[in-house]
């Protein structure tokens, strides 16, 4: 029996070719695999649907995240043209700051010279001295004049 053309049907089991139940093994056999062909190809569809929804979802995200993502750019360029204003606001008013308190004896002297003061007055109270006191008398003077 080594090859399959010698083999009769004597020689297939009579369970094989009568079946169990009366019924022909081939066919059952044929019948099941027909089922899990069908079922297997219902499982696939199935897995592409899922497949294809999820795909839909990715690309949705995608587009969410890439909106987000512009959107998180915009702001922080914002926020860094906000640092550039506060930081030249911050320098400005520090110059600021310096001429004022630079140019503060002098307007204290302008003031005191308009209610009568005299420049020795304005070298004692002002700190400033007695050539700039008279420079600030002088143009208040001529202020009055004008």
Not at 38 to 57: A, C, D, P, Q, Y
Not at 59 to 78: F, H, N, P, S, Y
Not at 87 to 92: F, K
């Amino acid at each position: 029996m080594s090859d399959l053309s010698d083999m009769n049907l004597t020689d297939i089991p009579s369970w094989l070719t009568n079946g169990l139940f009366g019924v022909n093994t081939v066919w059952v056999v044929l019948a099941v695999s027909v089922l899990v062909f069908l079922l297997s190809s219902l499982l696939m569809i199935r897995g592409r649907r899922n497949f294809v929804k999820h795909l839909h979802e990715i690309k949705g995200l995608q587009r969410d995240i890439r909106a987000i993502t512009a959107a998180a750019i915009g702001v922080g360029e914002r926020v860094l043209e906000l640092e550039r204003r506060q930081r030249r606001t911050a320098e400005r008013q520090e110059q600021l700051d310096i001429y004022d308190s630079a140019n503060q004896p002098y307007e204290q002297a302008i003031n005191m010279v308009k209610h009568g003061a005299d420049v020795n007055e304005l070298v004692d109270v002002c700190g400033i001295s007695e050539s700039e006191a008279e420079l600030v008398a002088l143009m208040h003077r001529l202020d009055q004049t004008a």
